[in-house]
């Protein structure tokens, strides 16, 4: 009996090894096969940055660059023109002159591109231009409101009587 205790104890331990073993080969196999799947995204994935980048990352590429200025000096609409049409830009401000400018510099092989979206963006910016703001709406409903209220005759205003409560 004792000698049967002692065989099944030495055959657990045995195939417990074998598991852990199993396990860590695995564990290993796994461990490899991610390593190398992170190598192959790194190798697929572009290796210079795109869209909005500094002016300096831009020169990186190894490209070369060109560079326009905005006409009216604002870049927010101009940036989400170019992202939408996936351009390569770095945008500067130039300080130097009174009304602020923004200089955009672009790589030389997306002119095309941005020729694109410098025509939508300047359609737009003369869209917004021809608009009416609210706050003048606002001035000439109001200056028409006046006049009207001077040309109508004025009217007595009534005195209202406070009524009197029971109970002071």
Not at 16 to 32: E, H, K, N, P, Y
Not at 42 to 49: S, T, V
Not at 72 to 101: M, N, W
Not at 111 to 128: H, M
């Amino acid at each position: 009996m004792q000698e049967e205790v002692e065989n099944r104890t030495v055959n657990l331990a045995v195939s417990t090894t074998r598991l852990t073993a199993r396990s860590i080969i695995r564990g290993v196999r796994w461990f490899i096969m991610s390593h190398n799947q992170k190598k192959i995204r790194k190798q697929m994935k572009h290796p210079f940055a795109e869209g909005k980048q500094s002016v300096a990352d831009l020169l990186k590429a190894g490209v070369s660059t060109d560079k326009i200025e905005l006409p009216d000096g604002s870049a927010r609409d101009f940036c989400k023109l170019a992202r939408k049409f996936g351009v390569d830009y770095a945008i500067r401000k130039d300080k130097s002159q009174e009304p602020t400018r923004y200089v955009v510099f672009f790589k030389a092989k997306d002119t095309e591109v941005l020729d694109q979206v410098v025509k939508e963006y300047v359609s737009k910016t003369n869209a917004k231009a021809e608009k009416a703001s609210v706050r003048e709406q606002l001035k000439a409903e109001k200056a028409k409101a006046h006049e009207n209220a001077d040309k109508q005759p004025k009217r007595k205003a009534r005195k209202h009587r406070k009524e009197r409560t029971e109970g002071r």
